[in-house]
């Protein structure tokens, strides 16, 4: 067996507590005229920023997808596929633009990931509510969740030095 292939113990320790962190941000929410706003957007974007894409996805879909088959879930396949994405997309970002400074390739990653993440939910919510109305109805909150995720995770991850601090602790 090749020990290059095999993920750290420690690895996936980190990935675990992020999605157990996404399940736990998934079960509360804050309630806003005509819906919820949930903060599992936040951990998935820091997940996306200090993970590989793999990984990342594991945070984002499959974190979102048992948060919501625990605790509502008629969303739970349009949360696996809408949150994996946009964490993957984040991930490769924050790793593939490597000629930006760091925190530019960030906001770009968070927010790309952003984008597909509301534009995943508002066709999702179309099919899974069977009407394009209520999708409309929520898309505002879904940007608001998407971009207050996206600015905390940007903010711990450069104005607080996570990186620098998960870094040193599990890299090297």
């Given amino acids: 067996m090749n020990n290059k292939n095999r993920i750290p113990t420690i690895t996936l320790c980190i990935t675990a507590m992020f999605m157990a962190l996404t399940v736990a941000t998934s079960s509360f929410s804050i309630p806003v005229p005509g819906g919820h706003l949930y903060f599992c957007d936040a951990i998935i974007c820091t997940g996306a920023i200090l993970l590989d894409p793999f990984l990342a996805f594991c945070v984002g879909g499959i974190g979102s997808f048992i948060g919501d088959m625990l605790f509502y879930p008629a969303p739970m396949f349009v949360s696996l596929v809408s949150h994996g994405l946009q964490a993957v997309i984040a991930s490769v970002c924050v790793r593939k633009?490597?000629?930006m400074k760091p925190i530019t390739a960030g906001i770009i990653g968070v927010t790309a990931g952003g984008i597909v993440s509301v534009?995943?939910?508002t066709l999702g919510r179309a099919f899974v509510y069977a009407t394009v109305e209520s999708a409309i109805i929520k898309l505002p909150f879904a940007i608001l969740q998407a971009g207050?995720?996206?600015?905390?995770?940007v903010v711990l991850c450069y104005k607080f030095n996570l990186i620098g601090v998960f870094n040193k602790m599990f890299k090297k």
């Fill in 148 to 153: 207050v995720g996206a600015v905390i995770a």
């Fill in 97 to 99: 633009l490597t000629n």
């Fill in 119 to 121: 534009i995943g939910y």
